[in-house]
């Protein structure tokens, strides 16, 4: 045994060289009559469109489309990939977006092309293989959410609260209840009172106790004969256990409401419980979260909707399923539509590349890995809350699952440092920062998820970055460098009043303003 | 870290959770895990099961998903690991790539649209679509939509799905040879029209009454156009489109079974603060330097809550950045050409079938630019059958959401840029040996 092992060297989003050198955009590098483009030999004889088309349907002026070599397009976007952090670069902490490594073979999967080279609209008998891993993945993840079918169709996490959303609706529908209200807690994520009022229904919120955790006298008096449902995310945005999510469940159903279950925090429960055995009826998962495929710098994602049995009958459709037994015995797949389906939510099936990463990352992992997964996700997170709790105190001092909420508050009497002046330090540690003042009701939040991929070492480099910038918050210099943060990086802080106050949404625009 | 902790076990980790819900010992049913070249084993074995478009199945379905050629530079820069795996850009001074390269984004969709704002994209066209009705609804405080058969059938779909919560009254406005019958509509004057260009069944409409219509009775216009097409049409913005959206995969994203692909948003700069999803603005940064952030962030979920006029809080962003490098590749000539070789190609190939036999008969004479809807001398789901057999995906059947319609039972043809003179050949000799 030698040395003791190091954490990466400061993972940057600085570039190699004179790195505050803006890229100018495509159109300012645009010279005329250059091309890229390059079209194979078809034997086929170009034709004008007016020899068919009306000229009052044909454009006078042609689009402005960039004119550019393909070396200096190369050359361009490889520029900007050097002014972007990513967790291929290093750790992400950011709370609530389950950050973690996403695996190659992962990606190398989706590239597959008796998977990629399909039309979505070929015929049933061409695309076996696909509809069988549907199937498949959609019986992965009822097991592991408990449940005891799914839908795949939507494309994330908000599409998939509004699909099950819609899918109560038609529930309580189908029973002749006119049921107008869903309850939310306090520390909910913002789409989930967007989606309710989008399905139709009356958001109500329901206020967090001093331990953070649903105020069970509270949810009570809410509860009657208009809720049609109560949404959840177990473990919370404060990244606690709702330890009573039985008498929840039970308080919800009595009332003949249904339990919705934000997936959004699965990567701590995963083969430990159940969303079906707390007693949720509906959840939908993040695919990019829990199951590690790339969250490509905010999309796609994908967000599969899992449901109780009384509910399968109401999923969207067209629905994946073993229609029949071929001649040699193996199953024959192909569409259904559920009796009472809500109908359609995507143009064809979903994020369907997507569905492959998951799939793959499920069966590299197993039932036994999954669970791993989630424990370690939790014992990282525990172990960050503690070491940096001297300088930056969890907002509730217990064990947490696979996030927490620091609070910057005494700090911020201390020094006059605020939650976003650490957040912009740690950048220069080489760390993607954590959330931000999320959840709403923890003062100076930070919400960090270091993930289950980080090491030891890792967590030990960013605890230290963490507790060096609250050193520097104690000294007068030390102050004036946080509040300057950051200085190293491609740009510095960002002027985020005046380009809301000057909206510039173009380059066109850009120009406009410069010719003024 | 346990010891550190002051556990003895992972198991007190999760002392919170009431040990009657918790797991038995033996866990998840889920078969074992495996390693990495037995999971790209598994995975192949699903591969195998389908049978790709390639040469041995040359492609000529369209129907909002089209088999275009990607750029390899589009392949290499869109797998950057750095576009990849990063996310949101929550932290701009660390994102400026995401962001740049979706400020480019937006402004080639503003051009190419003829609209001044576009959003930093949707998740696919009919999601575009459905935020771009609530756009309006919640513009007009009118919820009667009038939507044109002539949109894609699933499209539809997704539409009236949506409307369940948003309680708007969809009105299907029917197609008669190929274009949408406005006089068939009810009298009830509506918020919002939605009509698309070209149709579905590939038709150029003459748009010019309609958005007139609208324009007189302060009514929003909503275009759903293809945007290959679009190097050649007039712009949505030009025809006077209040919002336009498209399904943008044509431009350097795979068939993909269908996703992920990516939903074009543009609209007037009169409804920016009720524009859905995400939107990236320039701005300085400390030391008066170019920088790029998201911006408008109060329209959003996060901040609005239940007062949101959408729900939406990402959007395709690696699909938008492969598209923008697509769209640079192909350039202001390059995008102009490939629509005319998909039009060159669609032409070729309607005049060959036509030639063939008077069982082809065309469901509109109305032009075209793409693709076209031809009636078979057999049912189109035979025809595809027993074409898939010569080696050819022949189409799309037009069947659902067009029952009734003059257009049902004909076959949905498409002809990208890749396709070749023999082929086309090829796949009209192997029609007559078919249905012989």
């Not at chain 1, 104690?474 to 491609?490: K, Y």
Request: hydrophobic share 40%; proline share 6%.
């Amino acid at each position: 045994m030698g040395k003791t092992p190091q954490p990466g060297a400061k993972a940057s989003s600085i570039p190699l060289m004179d790195g505050r050198a803006a890229e100018p955009t495509i159109f300012e590098l645009s010279v005329p009559e250059r091309t890229a483009a390059s079209f194979r030999t078809t034997g086929i004889p170009l034709k004008e469109p007016s020899t068919s088309v009306p000229s009052y349907l044909l454009r006078d002026q042609d689009a402005e489309m960039p004119e550019i070599s393909e070396r200096d397009l190369v050359a361009h976007f490889t520029r900007l990939t050097h002014r972007q952090f990513s967790v291929d670069l290093g750790a992400y902490p950011l709370g609530s977006c389950t950050m973690k490594y996403n695996p190659k073979f992962a990606d190398v999967s989706a590239a597959i092309s008796g998977l990629a080279n399909i039309h979505p609209n070929q015929p049933e008998s061409t695309i076996q293989g696909w509809l069988e891993l549907m199937v498949t993945l959609e019986s992965y993840f009822s097991e592991i959410t408990g449940m005891a079918e799914a839908t795949l169709q939507p494309s994330a996490g908000a599409q998939g609260e509004l699909t099950g959303l819609l899918i109560m609706k038609a529930y309580h529908k189908d029973l002749g209840r006119q049921r107008k209200n869903v309850i939310i807690p306090d520390s909910a994520h913002g789409t989930n009172p967007a989606s309710v009022t989008l399905s139709g229904f009356h958001p109500i919120t329901v206020k967090s106790g001093p331990d953070g955790l649903v105020d069970l006298d509270a949810l009570k008096s809410l509860l009657d004969e208009d809720t049609a449902g109560m949404m959840l995310t177990n473990p919370n945005t404060l990244g606690l256990f709702e330890k009573d999510i039985l008498e929840i469940s039970r308080a919800v159903h009595e009332v003949g409401g249904l339990l919705y279950y934000d997936g959004a925090n699965l990567n701590a429960i995963m083969g430990i419980v159940r969303p079906g055995d707390m007693g949720f009826d509906i959840v939908h998962s993040n695919l990019h979260k829990t199951f590690a495929t790339p969250h490509g710098g905010g999309g796609p994602g994908s967000g599969p909707v899992a449901v109780s049995r009384r509910l399968a009958e109401f999923l969207p459709g067209p629905k994946p399923a073993v229609v029949g037994v071929n001649p040699n015995g193996s199953n024959k797949f192909g569409f259904i539509q559920p009796p009472k389906s809500i109908g359609r939510i995507h143009s064809f099936h979903g994020n369907a590349l997507i569905f492959i990463r998951a799939l793959a990352y499920m069966k590299y992992y197993g039932g036994q890995g999954l669970t791993e997964v989630s424990q370690t996700a939790v014992l990282n997170a525990n172990w960050l809350r503690k070491k940096i709790s001297d300088s930056y105190p969890a907002a509730h001092d217990v064990t947490c699952m696979h996030e927490f909420v620091a609070s910057v508050s005494r700090l911020k009497k201390e020094t006059g440092i605020r939650g976003i002046d650490v957040a912009k330090k740690l950048l220069e540690f080489g760390f993607h920062a954590p959330t931000v003042y999320f959840p709403l009701v923890v003062e100076e939040a930070l919400m960090f998820e270091p993930t289950e991929t980080e090491s030891l070492q890792t967590l030990q480099a960013l605890a230290s970055a963490l507790e060096s910038i609250a050193q520097l918050s104690r000294t007068p210099d030390g102050q004036f460098e946080v509040h300057q943060a950051p200085t190293q990086t491609p740009v510095t802080r960002l002027d985020e009043t005046r380009a809301a106050r000057t909206l510039i949404p173009t380059f066109d625009a850009s120009d406009a303003m410069a010719k003024d | 870290m346990l010891g550190f902790l002051g556990f003895s076990s992972v198991e007190d980790l999760f002392d919170e959770i009431p040990a009657s819900i918790r797991l038995a010992k033996e866990g998840l049913n889920l078969p074992e895990g495996i390693s990495e070249p037995d999971v790209l084993d598994e995975i192949e074995l699903y591969a195998s099961r389908n049978i790709p478009v390639s040469r041995d199945l040359v492609c000529f379905a369209g129907g909002g998903a089209y088999d275009h050629d990607v750029s390899s530079a589009t392949v290499a820069l869109a797998s950057r690991s750095e576009f990849m795996t990063a996310y949101t850009p929550y932290q701009p001074e660390v994102a400026q790539g995401v962001l740049q390269a979706l400020f480019e984004y937006q402004t080639l969709v503003s051009r190419l649209s003829g609209l001044p704002i576009a959003n930093a994209s949707l998740y696919d066209g009919a999601s575009a679509l459905v935020e771009a009705i609530n756009l309006c609804v919640a513009q007009t405080k009118n919820r009667i939509v009038w939507m044109s058969q002539g949109i894609n059938p699933s499209f539809r779909e997704v539409v009236n799905t949506f409307s369940a919560g948003t309680n708007h009254e969809i009105i299907e406005v029917a197609l008669t040879r190929g274009v949408t019958d406005w006089a068939s509509a009810p009298e009830s004057r509506p918020g919002v029209i939605v009509v698309g260009y070209p149709n579905y069944l590939g038709i150029i409409e003459d748009l010019r009454s309609i958005t007139e219509f609208a324009a007189q009775n302060d009514i929003r216009i909503v275009i759903v156009y293809d945007p290959v097409s679009a190097a050649l049409l007039k712009s949505p913005g030009s025809l006077g489109a209040d919002v336009a959206v498209a399904e943008g995969q044509a431009f350097g994203v795979g068939l993909n079974f269908g996703g992920p692909y990516v939903g074009l948003f543009s609209t007037k700069n009169e409804y920016v603060r009720l524009l859905p999803g995400r939107l990236v603005g320039e701005t300085l940064d400390s030391l008066g330097n170019k920088g790029y952030v998201t911006t408008l962030r109060t329209r959003e979920q996060d901040i609005r809550r239940e007062k949101a006029s959408s729900n939406v809080c990402t959007n395709q962003t690696l699909i938008a950045i492969t598209v923008a490098i697509q769209m640079s590749w192909l350039g202001k000539s390059g995008i102009k050409e490939l629509a005319k070789r998909c039009y060159s190609g669609t032409e070729f190939m309607k005049k060959r079938l036509l030639e063939s036999g008077p069982a082809y008969q065309l469901v509109s004479d109305a032009p075209t630019l793409r693709e076209f809807a031809v009636k078979t001398p057999i049912p189109p789901e035979d025809l595809l059958d027993r074409m898939l057999e010569e080696g050819f995906l022949a189409g799309i059947p037009v069947r659902h959401g067009f029952v009734g319609s003059d257009a049902e039972g004909s076959l949905l043809i498409s002809v990208t840029e890749k396709r070749t003179a023999k082929e086309i050949e090829a796949f009209v000799n192997a029609l007559q040996r078919v249905v012989k």
